[in-house]
């Protein structure tokens, strides 16, 4: 194939250079002739085209293992057809050597870097913005996981809030009861939410959701009143606010590395990190310690509190939602039984029935 013109940049310089391009007799290589110098000679194997040219027209090559970034513009359409047909490994990607190290290397500080931003720095930070949120906002902000976590328990359909008459005044009999006289920092919004999962959980400002599937699962009044304490304990020390900030800021930051999170799903993501809280093992064991308190200070027996823990950790891969990522239901069921405080049941039998029945 006879000589054509092409142009070449030699990498060293910004310069376009005018030369004239062949393939060699045999049929292996180009041979590059600038209008002054040395014929260079490029093997077909080693040429390598640059994906990112846009010209259909034209094909930009380079050399693979060069040091130096030459590229060679071709723009006859018959050495084009050519190189396409017969250069074996035009589109390879070569990788250079020791660039997997490096890329490993960099992806692991980058992955170590997240994880000290996600499981040291943001805690701290949300610990300070819990302690410095205004209980207004606080209250407002559980109010939307709230309402956000009940459209997700429905699958984006409208989930109802449970609102028979005779249950939510038993229930409110139930809060009643534990709180009078406790002199807590909240106004308390406990609520029933009708999904069968067994599961309750504190959500900020007050806020105490408790899904009927527990109430299904219980067996007393007291079993709910103890679960219910636990969860006022865990709203009394802000622990459902700390855990939604960082909920909420792990979205946000993990919204920055694999595409964006609205506000709503972050809000979303702080409500299920709640209805599944793994709080620490302090917080836990304080929430417990509160919990008895509150029981023994109603006049309500801890026997059921305890008996709720038992059944829930002999049920094994059946476990519920409720505890199932709280740590050692066996030994905090002992406590609760040790904690030996006798006392009347929390709500009389009929109040007992209108609270199961509370979704109708």
Known sequence: MGPVEAAFYDGQSAARRVVQVAATSDGRSLVIQPEQGAAINWPLVDLRAVEDAADRLVITLHRAGDTVEARLILTDPALIAWVKSTAPDLHRRDVAAGT????????????????????????????????????????????????????FLGEGQAVLVCENPAGVSALDRMVSRLTDGQGLGYDLQVVVIDSPIVNAFAAPGGHVVIL?????????????????????????????????????????????????????????????HLMNAAYTREAESAADSFAL????????????????????DGMDGDMPAYLSTHPDSALRAAQARAAGTAGTPALSDPDWQALRAICG
């Open 100 to 151: 997997l190290p490096k890329v490993a290397l960099r992806i692991a500080a980058a992955l170590g870097a997240v994880a000290v931003i996600l499981f040291v720095l943001l805690p701290a930070i949300s610990d300070r913005l819990a302690a410095a949120l205004p209980r207004d906002q606080e209250v407002a902000f559980g109010k939307a996981v709230v309402r956000q976590m009940s459209e």
């Open 212 to 272: 009927r599937g527990l109430l299904d699962e219980a067996q007393s009044a007291d079993e709910v009143a103890g679960v219910l304490a636990h969860e006022i304990g865990h709203v009394e020390s802000r622990d459902a606010t700390r855990l939604a900030f960082r909920a909420a800021g792990s979205a946000g930051i993990l919204s920055l590395l694999f595409g964006d999170v609205s506000g709503g799903a972050a809000i979303t993501l702080a409500g299920n």
């Open 293 to 312: 308190r509150l029981l023994s200070g109603a006049g309500i027996g801890t026997a059921g509190f305890a008996a709720f823990f038992d059944r829930i």
